[in-house]
């Protein structure tokens, strides 16, 4: 049971590059979630998926897609990199436990740097 | 603008000392989740409250949420080198979600 898996760790784009951050959870979790991390600013929550087939925006959509191939993965798209999208990006699984409290696991976390 | 405001932004203790982290805000939330973070590493889930007035105690760690659920504290007892990191509050109210500026908490030995 890996729970919450990233790739890449780290990654450098020139602006303008595109690339794909992928995200993978083995725990039968319908909902997941990216954000971004930003020193002094917490996280904020870009886009997340409540179930298989269904995205929606969070607070800091602009400049981001993403993709809920299926139950375990989400992936996170940067179709034109910025140096403004440098940033640590967590993605998150969550679920509901016997209890009915919410609880969220967290990935490792992708470090990117846009020159 | 943080819809959740965390303070104190840093906190820097001696081993044995108590701290109390404060979340507070101006929007009520139907839960509200610590979580703890390491450098280099993913948030790792404290607790999760969800009924104003409501105490949840984890070893030395106690967690409030305020009557009117806006607002939330973070208390340590005791504290050891262990539990430097930064903390941060999530607040939820119908799948929105908030996250905290975070508290930088030190402890040192």
């Known amino acids: 049971n890996a729970g919450v898996t990233q790739t890449p760790k780290f990654q450098v784009l020139k602006t303008g590059q595109s690339m794909t951050l992928q995200c993978a959870q083995d725990m039968n979790h319908n909902s997941m979630y990216w954000y971004r991390q930003d020193p002094g600013m917490g996280l904020r929550l870009i886009y997340y998926s409540a179930s298989e087939g269904t995205t929606d925006k969070g607070e800091v959509p602009n400049g981001y897609n993403v993709s809920r191939l299926n139950k375990r993965e989400f992936s996170l798209r940067l179709e034109s990199a910025a140096p403004s999208q440098t940033s640590v990006y967590f993605c998150?699984?969550?679920?509901?436990?016997?209890?009915?409290?919410?609880?969220?696991?967290f990935g490792p976390g992708t470090r990117l740097l846009v020159l | 603008t943080q819809l959740l405001e965390q303070s104190p932004q840093f906190l820097s203790i001696q081993e044995g000392e108590n701290l109390t982290v404060y979340c507070n805000s101006s929007?009520?939330?139907?839960?509200l989740q610590w979580y703890r973070q390491e450098p280099g590493e993913g948030p790792v889930l404290l607790v999760t409250?969800?009924?104003?007035?409501e105490v949840k105690k984890l070893k030395r760690l106690t967690f409030q949420f305020g009557d009117a659920r806006k607002d939330s504290s973070l208390h340590i007892t005791a504290a050891q080198p262990g539990d430097t990191g930064l903390y941060l509050c999530l607040g939820e109210d119908d799948y929105k979600l908030s996250f905290g500026a975070g508290t930088t908490v030190t402890v040192r030995a």
């Open positions: 929007s009520v939330f139907s839960s």
């Open positions: 409250v969800v009924t104003g007035g």
């Open positions: 998150a699984s969550r679920y509901l436990t016997r209890d009915q409290l919410e609880t969220q696991y």
